[in-house]
């Protein structure tokens, strides 16, 4: 029995909180049961050496797992960013960057910041759901703002965790499963287009048909997220 009687195919309850305290750099809460992250966006009026005269911008994010999120203390990322660490900020910026259109923003770049408050599974997959609403929201204020004409956002993106525990498919692994699970897969897009598929064996391998309803029940996921994100944006909107 999963914690909180939830069944296979059902996310951990999510909270999404844009505009997190109003502090100024649109920061978003969000919540995965008991993993919490914080994600914000900023933006400089700069791109990296090689596409400067390009006309296009760039968008680029960091992410952070603060000492108290994990028991034991995680170590601060001082002096040298973990592989784990730089592997997930790429999949967070080259995700985002599939939904937004970078020419469109001129010669600027986007930082998006995601720092994870409390780790319990799944901290990639909140960091860039909870991205993409701060991300959408930053656009919207731009453009009502008049700095910007033309929407970049092309589609909704979030992401969600799946695998295999004791024969099970489950959706959304808190760590417990996470560290359990003999198959381990983290996807990313809308339910119905993606941006990014990973899956691993875990000491053993998976067949077509476990990777196909993998995919299944992480693609409803996906479209229960939007949801949770469209909400969320509509009520900045009152």
């Not at 001082?78 to 937004?100: N, P």
């Not at 909704?156 to 897969?185: K, N, Q, W």
């Not at 479209?223 to 909400?231: N, P, W």
């Amino acid at each position: 029995m999963r914690k909180r009687e939830r069944k296979s195919n059902e996310l951990r309850p999510v909270r999404i909180i844009p505009d997190f305290e109003e502090t100024p750099s649109h920061i978003t809460f969000v919540s995965f049961g008991n993993t919490k992250v914080l994600t914000s966006v900023t933006m400089e009026n700069s791109v990296p050496p090689h596409l400067k005269g390009t006309g296009t911008g760039w968008l680029t994010a960091e992410y952070s797992i603060l000492p108290y999120a994990t028991v034991p203390r995680n170590r601060r990322e001082r002096q040298k960013i973990s592989g784990r660490t730089r592997e997930i900020e790429r999949l967070i910026g080259r995700t985002l960057r599939a939904v937004v259109d970078l020419p469109a923003l001129g010669e600027k770049t986007v930082f998006v910041d995601c720092d994870v408050l409390q780790a319990d599974g799944g901290t990639r997959c909140a960091s860039i759901t909870g991205a993409f609403v701060s991300l959408y929201l930053f656009f919207k204020r731009l453009q009502r703002e008049r700095k910007i004409f033309a929407f970049p956002v092309k589609n909704y993106l979030a992401a969600v965790s799946c695998g295999i525990v004791e024969g099970e498919i489950l959706l959304d692994l808190d760590y417990d499963e996470d560290f359990m699970a003999t198959c381990d897969m983290n996807v990313v897009g809308n339910g119905e287009n993606f941006a990014e598929i990973q899956a691993s064996g875990e000491e053993k391998t998976f067949g077509m048909r476990e990777f196909q309803e993998l995919l299944k029940v992480s693609s409803n996921g996906l479209r229960d997220l939007i949801k949770f994100q469209k909400d969320a944006v509509e009520k900045m909107k009152d």
